[in-house]
């Protein structure tokens, strides 16, 4: 850029003029603190209800957590949004949102723009929604957003929330090294105009705020908001739900919240939101929806300006003969996970569909970027082919009368089918007559065939997460723009999602997205190609990984395999472009972990390696060609140094001390209101861990490692960097562990408590401790899950505990050890919440051997006699599936079932008296009863004994229903065969309830 | 206006662009609620310090109190401000403002611009300045302030604060009966936006909202902004008082606040506001002031735009010989009394300086408008006379030695006074020789000695309050822009306040004050009345009264006579034209006395009666002329609608119901902490007012009449009319009283609460109870005045108790009241307070004393006997004062005093035996005693009596002192002798206190 850059308020009252001239409203920042533009009731209510709504304003936005002290160059407490909000959808929202940055001065066509899935919600606000963050060079610079619900409430219409970070976006603009450097306007620096209050405030954030004060205040200000609601009063309640967010924020940047406690004080920010929701939208309807028909508006861009209103052209030529057929479904940037699975869903369903339109076919490929799915079929038939079918009618007697003359039955027959009675014959079948008549169907055009199925084809795509966006309430991954439909040079005519099919497709962004006509099915792969447009993923996927295995050459390095990640970034562009950029190496005295988690996950570039050792380099991936590549890899390298520094200045200040010196902060950090703090579940652990240890039968020393690891296993939920990267938790412990002197055991232990799986036997100890404490504290507290609502993450929990005890193999008892927890507990614990939290892990248990292939039936079975020991309940799983696999288990269950289903009804159990017994039949199953019992007693009462003890009983037993009365008319006789069949019966307890499976 | 007008929105961005283009650093409103932008850190706290900061912001402004539930025009809880600061001040700032308005389409000429004092302070803040409300066509658009101090701390330099009432300038500029009829933008109306929320903070704030739960968050969030001034953190300590101000506001909204708690809130915000300011100060000048080497604002736009900076013209030619001379000081507009107290300053001391510049003159006229004060003198002299003077020198033996050569002395006296030794002479005097010389001055040029004089005229000039504004720190009324001083066609060239002297007078401001140059002194007036600015008080005023009162007669009506207003009006205009406005007949149902002080104290209009009776008419005075003088009209008669259907607002919620019903509501009204609500000081009064009123000797019926009065007295004070036009309380009252059906008595006793002088007995009782309460309870809650801090505004009721006692005559002891009153409190009385409220009192009383023109002798004698009766004191004060102008009060005096000074170093009281006085002169000085102690208990102890007295026992005195000697021998004559004059000396006991007359 040659000419001087707009200054920071210079680029501000820019972007309003711009918004201004698209006839948005220009609203002003809000006057209560807010973490956000969308909290502002411009946003949050104003989206709420039928009334468009078209709206631009600034506003600092205050995130307490983000205080870096003025030490980090673009993370602060405050930064600047302009918040856009655009209802319904205009149509072409990401137009007028790039055409904004060229208003800046932003070139789509110098920078790298990209639009990475990101989907927004906000649990205090009970509000969601789809989109993006936008990346400029590698830095997130706005937020974009399709608004699904608000308050808890369905958004109709949806509206378009673009939320930019205006800091990073002047930050980019003036190419600065920070914000501080930034000039603000009218000489003043950003730094010389915030700085010092950016300072103070972290310091008042971090350090100074009074925890206990603050709390009081939040309770005190939810109850004014309840208050206000009762008196119909939506903006004061509204602006009390704003301050009681600021005072969470301010809470939880102090340390002073909990995991657990986080999520209860999300539900009470719900709860007033969605009164608050409520409440606005009925006074919108009771006051007519006032600006329903603005003018201004009305009639207004939707129309005129989206795309997707292409004129269709009736009577287009069709194909004369077999001819490409190619099918584009353009979109707004699908995530990576949609893309990939809608590609692998139309490679099943294009198939089905032409064979089940009868459209002959050639070759099939489906292709795709995040900004088009493509279907290309070669040598799509003209017409769908002829075909007959036999049709039965009325019986042969009411159709013909007692003359062989037909009746007004067959008369009515033939009429439904386009036929005369004389093409009618009458055949026979299962011994009845009927008439019967041979329909030809006459294949039609392709493009009337496909003109009615497209629409379903892209329908039955499914994505994980979909959205609407206008007024079709249809739902997609992301709003659908345009659709490209041809068959060779003819126009396959269709609506869809309000969008009709054109012969237009769309080029770059970055040389924005140009209009390109194309003739015929047969020039859209060229015409692609020209626009520079790699459509299929596997050809990015290698231009990428060589394009990135030569950069890392060129260091000397190389790019460790990360198929995920390569995945991933394929579906991030349509044309790509790899570049190397490079980092200063002092930040290599970070651990790897976190480098390489910021690199990876932030960031999507791929890290370089030497042998072990991490390189001060990465490659990233531009969605577009080589031109201005300088400038992208300067952006990207000043994010990933803020990035870094961010890192650093975390991990410098943690290393201060040693890792046992956070435990004591743990005090502050509550777990649950009812259960204490982290402090008080430390305590617990380090109580409870050796209980469960023994249990487990770790040696002396396991039991040592364990003991110490959990002491500390929470202490670094106090630490910056964990605080700051919670992915981190337990893996940064365990390097601060590892880093303060503690035994590699103890590392581990530390490192895999959150793990599903752990690695030794401390640590599993460590694990299953800890998810008994939460589980039997959270039942007790009466804070179990409800419904599909699990704040606490409960189910996590049971599913972990019951996945390592059985990837273990070890055998736990469930019961004894949540007793053990329970009895550490600050709230009552006993038969309810056991039962409950058994009930529970139980449920979760089901779902696992489900999951593992096991029929109802089976899991079932095991789980009623297992459900307190996991790893029991998978084994037994595992062999019971044998077991009815094998040929003989009919015969062998049916024997068995007999027993129970005789004796099932019994009001009392019968004493057997064995010398009593005479008949052959029954001593030969009192024997084999009793070798049964034994082996029982002898091997444990697993699934393969209890099966294989039924195998050597089945005779006897069926002989003796065969051959014997059981219910002998003498009383004696008759109670000392059942007390024999209670016997056998009851081998299966503990083991396995068969009653449910089939064939019982 | 025949172009579109600007819609809400687009005019706030052209003026943001518009003070960008001025070298504004364009600010964002604050995340705080404030009242105003001043609040916002970017005003309260950039302004101190040195360093220069431009700023422009809008301000969305919250004022609880001002909230009528979107049922006014222009008033509302939330309006828009847009906040200017130009530190220093540029020198052009009311241009760079009225500009601002042009940039809009609110063209100066089209309407009347004015600037009316208005002197703006924050209490809480701890801030003031001197500026003006800024009218247009009669509305307040902008408070326009010469910041002098923030947190209590002295700005150097000086701020301008402009702060634009954006919904009104808007509410004008789109013709609208009201803000809620306009349109804001984006096709959406203002009411659109912002009325529902409006109507539901006016409900929180009147109805809802918790108080007891408001004033401990107000508590705690204090103590947070104590805890960050204890860590250093300014801009988060700021925030909190902030926060304690809206919650102050809210608290005061809903009727929580009393009068006296309200300055104890005041004091603890103040005091924050102080700690604040001070650290911030500090906090510059540590960072080594970063923004005061600003290249964008440093030699920038004050002194290339500034006016007052004209060059000099060097060796201008002096007047040949006498010839007019002008002195014109231009400054931004004077307050009223500012001008008139100026020309007549200017008129004692212009003749003074000539003379004393010993230059010839003519007749002198000194005449002004609001922007200039002229001073024209006809045929000054070009030159000052000559004079000779004789200077007296050492004596003359020192002066000559014995030789009769000069000595040394000799010669230095010569030459000190620039002659040789020849010229000195030998003069006698007083018996002593001394030498002598005569000393020749010659005249000088006028233009040097003007030149020399003319600064120290101007800052002769001494104003009630005047004002700092730029580097030069002169002070003066408001800043002094220019300055016209012609001798003839020469200019007298000199400096003052940083403007120098030049030819050149600005026309109107509503003609764009353009530059006018005089060629001559002569030329002056002409040029004056060609710019039709009428420059004479008396002109103007003549005007004005003509022109309003043919105004009146063209609708059958008059205008009563009302001086003060005329004067006032006089003094706000340079070219006045009077119009009629109207408003609707329905508004006359409204008290005629709210309608009144509408008009008066609010508008400056002149209301026209037929009669009694109010007309729907009023006269404005525009400064300017004719020209689209509806546009004037309309904008006037939509204020006063505005203003009225606020008073209808008020009125209508107030009368339905009776005045007794609102007394219940005076419990939530705090009177002060420890002293309970107004309602326990109602209470209080009820009991009260029959005690005073028996010690008043009312009778019966008039007891009664004062008993309600004291029941219903205070409670006009929850009414909605008091609670917003505080000046109306008492009146307000009795008019409710009266429509309520109370006596007219009752309605006059309530009605006169707060006036210095009752009209009648009950109303007498009733004031005298209300402020005994006062102060007895202030006292006894050790909130008595410190210093001159009296928060309380107890000497006002200290004096107005002393001035109704005094202009009653009434005889009334305070010991007695103040301990009747204080046994009612609910605070421990006793001697103390009783003591401290005396002493209060006597000093008040020996101030009114003095204003009433008694010697400090006179004053100190009588109070020093009568300090617990002011009416008492007042008539002994006359008595004394009369009998020390007789021509035997020397004598008298003297022999009283013999009396006193010979026994006052007594130890003892000695006791008289009468028949023990054996000696003549004893015998008939006892005569006259005694006939004295008969009179006196006879008459009362008067100073008349007690003066009558005395000069009938001087005689017998003065003859005891010469022919007897009092110090007998023998103890026992001696003694009895000076019993006798011990009481005589303890006549004035209760009377006066004579010693500190003159002449004791």
Known sequence: MTTTPLNFQQMILRLLDYWQAQGCLIWQPYNVQVGAGTMNPATILRVLGPEPWNVAYIEPSIRPD?????????????HYQLQVILKPDPGN?????????????????????????DNWQSPALGAWGLGWEVWLDGQEITQYTYFQQAGGLDLNPVSVEITYGLDRIALALQGKNSVWEMAYGAGVGYGDALLQAE??????????????????????????????????????????????????????????????????????MRRVAHRVSTAYVEQRQQLEYPIANNPAWSGGRAESSAPGTWNLEPGTHAPADVDTFVLEIGSEELPHGDLTSALEQLRAAVPALLDAARLAHGRIRVQGTPRRLAVLVEGLAARSADVESVVKGPPADRAFDANGQPTQAAAGFARSRGLSVDDLTVVEEGGKRYVSAVVREAGRPSLEVLAERLPDLIAGIKFEKSMRWNATNVSYSRPLRWLLALHGPALVPFTYAGVASDRVTYGLRPFGSPAIVVPDAAAYLPALAEATIVLDVDDRRALIAAGAEALARSVHGVIPADPALLDEVTNLVERPTPLLGSFEERFLALPPMALVAVMRKHQRYFPIYQGERLLPYFVAVRNGDAEHLDIVRDGNEHVIRARFADAAFFYDKDIRCGLAEFVPALGKLTFQTALGSMLDKTRRLEQLVPVVAAMLGLSDAERATAGRAAALA???LATSMVIEMTSLQGKMGGHYALRGGESAGVATAIAEQYDAVSSTRPALALAVADRLDSLAGLFAAGLGPKGSNDPFGLRRAALQLIENLTAHQQRFDLRAGLDAAGALLPVTWGDKPRAEALAFIAGRLEGVLREAGHPAGIVKAVVAENAQDPSAAWLAAAALAEATRSPDWPAVLNA????????????????????????????????????AEAQRSAAGGSVETFVASLRGMEPAITRLFEDVLIMDKDPAVRENRLALLQRVAGLAAGVADLSGLEGF
Chains 1, 2 share one sequence.
């Open 896 to 931: 068995y079932a007999r027993c129970v289903r005789i004796t099932r009804p019994l009001p009392q159990r019968y004493t057997l008296r064995p010398d009593d017994l005479a008949v052959a039949e029954e001593r030969a199953l009192l024997d084999a009863l009793l070798a």
């Open 714 to 716: 929470k202490a670094d």
């Open 199 to 268: 300072i103070e405030h972290c310091k008042y954030y971090f350090d100074v705020a009074d925890v206990d004060a603050l709390k009081m205040i939040y309770d005190t200000y939810e109850r004014e908001a309840i208050r206000c609601l009762d008196a119909g009063l939506v903006a004061p309640a509204h602006d009390y739900n704003l301050k009681c967010s600021q005072l969470f924020n301010v809470l939880d940047t102090r340390g002073a919240i909990g995991v657990t406690e986080r999520a209860a004080y999300f539900g009470r």
């Open 93 to 117: 929202p990401i137009d007028l949102y790039l055409n904004s940055l060229e208003a800046i001065g932003i070139s789509r066509r110098e920078h790298d723009i990209r639009f990475v899935e």
């Open 66 to 78: 983000d205080g870096r002290f003025g030490e980090n160059p673009n993370r602060m407490q405050q």
